[in-house]
């Protein structure tokens, strides 16, 4: 493995006598390179949900490897193609096994490879937990933002769900210009409520926090509800929860039964991948037989195509899209390589010759 110093880029096709380059970047380095960028990232991520509006991008469907023998575990595969200024094509393989967390180890794991878009060779394998929550808290800030443009700004931010994703989502929030006069955790783990809470006092909240012991009183009790779980089932299913019309980053998919969607004013990412794979949204839709429920995606509201109403709650449900993570992941490359920190695998491809 070698360090180089230099930033030659990746994108021209390779000559005859210069055999393409693959570099493998550290979960360490892209950490260092997302630091302090938020404001930054939350700019890309719309740039990208953008092209996507526009067509000009690949998203195909995930795809989900499942097993018999761990029924809760799964690892899917999210390939995608984004053109505009990343003009790069990838995969993102992540897994989700969450057993790990009662051994001590995040839920998640992953890793994104990028490939050159003329031809097709791959030149980077990145660390992708970081990148798959990095890109997940910025589409969750942005949609905060544009969902509460024409409705009374959240003051009471509540977290369900206590891991990885919420500390990444409180993250961008906080440094994204979101102020709380309160903030609410809640979680089934108690250790995991008390880990968020450790983490806000680290991270300088000065917010007064309260711990609540259910999803009721923290729902009830906040204007901004973040489901950040791994809930594999609907496990809120009382609509009068809802009365007060908060707004909902769904994140996780799978937390809120049909009755509280058919309730609600509701936005996606993209229609056909989060309309699948029992998602509450999924679930709505098999429960009415059709997809009225839909107000449009969150880039029809940045196109001024949909609003969210302000007399029902309004609930966000992104599935998570790999152009995305391309984006977030060419942003991280760039950086790396600006700083000459790459570190390429001699020799990766071999027997480029033809006829040998």
């Known amino acids: 493995m070698t360090d180089v110093l230099s930033t030659t880029s990746h994108a021209a096709a390779p000559g005859p006598a210069s055999p393409p380059t693959f570099a493998v970047i550290s979960g360490e380095q892209v950490q260092r390179a997302l630091a302090g960028s938020e404001k930054q990232l939350v700019e890309l991520v719309e740039a990208t949900y953008r092209l996507h509006g526009a067509g000009d991008s690949v998203n195909p469907p995930s795809y989900f490897l499942r097993f018999p023998d761990r029924p809760t575990a799964r690892i899917i595969a999210l ?41 097709g060779y791959p030149f980077a394998c990145l660390e992708s937990s970081v990148i798959s929550a990095t890109r997940t808290a910025a589409s969750a800030a942005l949609a905060a933002d544009w969902l509460s443009r024409n409705r009374p700004r959240p003051r009471r931010v509540g977290f369900c769900g206590t891991g990885l994703i919420a500390r990444y989502i409180h993250t961008f929030l906080a440094r994204t210009g979101w102020a709380f006069e309160a903030i609410g955790v809640h979680d089934v783990a108690a250790d995991s409520a008390e880990g968020f809470c450790g983490y806000l006092r680290q991270a300088g909240a000065t917010e007064p926090v309260t711990l609540h012991d259910s999803a009721e009183g923290l729902i009830r009790s906040s204007d901004l509800v973040v489901f950040a779980t791994v809930a594999g089932r609907p496990h809120v299913t009382t609509p009068a929860w809802f009365t007060h019309n908060p707004l909902v980053l769904h994140v996780s998919l799978r937390d809120l039964a049909p009755e509280i969607l058919l309730g609600s004013a509701n936005f996606v990412d993209d229609v056909e991948h989060c309309l699948k794979a029992d998602t509450s949204p999924h679930l709505a839709e098999q429960h009415v037989g059709n997809r009225d429920f839909l107000n449009g995606t969150l880039n029809d ?40 920190e790459l570190r390429l695998i001699d020799d990766f491809f071999h027997d480029l010759r033809r006829y040998g």
Not at 86 to 106: R, T
């Open 79 to 119: 390939p995608a193609s984004i053109g505009g200024s990343v003009h790069v094509d990838g995969l993102k393989w992540i897994s989700s096994f969450p057993e790990n967390v009662s051994a001590g180890l995040p839920r998640a794991s992953a890793v994104l490879i990028l490939n050159d878009h003329d031809t």
């Open 301 to 340: 509201v940045m196109l001024g195509r949909a609003a969210p109403p302000t007399d029902r709650p309004v609930i966000f449900s992104p599935f998570g899209l790999g152009v995305l993570d391309l984006a977030v992941g060419k942003y991280v490359y760039d950086e790396v390589a600006r700083a000459g």
